[in-house]
């Protein structure tokens, strides 16, 4: 994705927005100003982007990122020739929401919605928020934003009946030694990466919609897959879950929960239903795989090599090494 959008770009800065890249080579303005150009240009028809670069070049010249953007946006919404309602119709069928990654445990879950919706959603939470405010709540009105809005994904139940006895299930890996409270080494959770001990501590004993997984202090292979089962299990599938964590293609973050598993050898070739010939490939990677002359071999170990059709190798690895594998 990386890799695509740094070619668009290049594409852009060289076909259609000459002058944006020659302000860019003086050094008149920024690359984020040259980014955010680019962003509204290429929401808008062919025949309207010259006339919008040369009306905006200005104002990127002079203004900071964040009000040059502001200023794009306007811009645009007068450029435009189709109307907003128009646009809108298009554009609420890529609503979405992401999951995305910050430092020191914590993350951002943002959400692209319709913006009658998104303040509708955010107005509720503040109404909430101040509801709990008073002289002994000891949280800001922020804090008590991001609690109302936790506390009301995690139990709420939609008037459909939506989310009724739905839980969400996600691995959280510790060390025994943290686990017994000897040792300070952070915890790993699924699909973000390492979280402080106590909140490792945390879900591992009190949390039922997290599978705790202990790993050995020294070595780190896994003890435990489960709730008080020390032993690796013989379900098959929740040990490659474990293993793999993510789709297994070179580059590919998506999560396992997303993704399908996949034998490297083919079942109609002979391959076998082992944890040596199989992982986890989200469905444009399994597509890919299938389809694009994509080549892989297993290692025991876990560790995947991928073959290109240009002949090009790329070795993924195992997010867990559980060692020795199973006798499955």
């Not at 010249?61 to 128009?86: C, M, S």
Request: hydrophobic fraction near 35%; charged fraction near 25%; glycine fraction near 8%.
């Amino acid at each position: 994705g990386s890799a695509e959008r740094l070619l668009v770009e290049s594409e852009s800065l060289v076909h259609d927005l000459a002058a944006t890249r020659t302000a860019l080579q003086q050094g008149e303005i920024s690359y984020r100003h040259a980014k955010a150009l680019m962003d509204h240009v290429w929401s808008l028809p062919e025949d309207a982007r010259a006339g919008f670069e040369s009306a905006l070049l200005p104002d990127a010249r002079k203004l900071t990122v964040a009000k040059f953007d502001g200023t794009a946006r306007r811009a645009r919404e007068k450029a435009h020739p189709d109307t907003i309602t128009t646009r809108h119709a298009k554009c609420i069928t890529d609503r979405q929401v992401q999951l995305v990654p910050a430092r020191d445990g914590m993350a951002w879950l943002n959400a692209y919605l319709s913006a009658a919706d998104a303040n509708s959603v955010y107005e509720r939470i503040s109404g909430a928020a101040q509801s709990l405010q008073g002289a002994d709540e000891p949280r800001t009105l922020t804090q008590l934003r991001a609690d109302a809005f936790l506390d009301l994904l995690i139990d709420g139940v939609a008037p459909s009946g939506l989310g009724r006895g739905i839980r969400a299930t996600v691995n959280v890996t510790v060390p025994v030694m943290t686990l017994l409270g000897h040792s300070e080494e952070p915890g790993h959770l699924e699909g973000y990466g390492p979280i402080d001990p106590d909140t490792a501590r945390r879900l591992a004993g009190h949390a039922p919609s997290f599978t705790r997984i202990l790993v050995h202090p020294e070595t780190g292979a896994v003890l435990s897959v489960g709730r008080n089962r020390y032993k690796v299990p013989k379900d098959l599938r929740r040990w490659l879950r474990v293993r793999d964590e993510t789709c297994r293609f070179p580059g590919c973050n998506r999560s396992v929960a997303r993704s399908d598993l996949d034998h490297g050898k083919e079942w109609h070739e002979g391959g076998r239903t082992k944890h040596d010939n199989l992982a986890h490939l989200c469905g444009p990677h399994h597509k890919l795989k299938t389809e694009a002359a994509w080549a892989v071999t297993h290692a025991r170990d876990g560790t995947l090599t991928w073959t290109s059709p240009a002949g090009r190798e790329y070795t993924t690895e195992p997010a867990t090494r559980i060692d020795p594998p199973p006798p499955f």
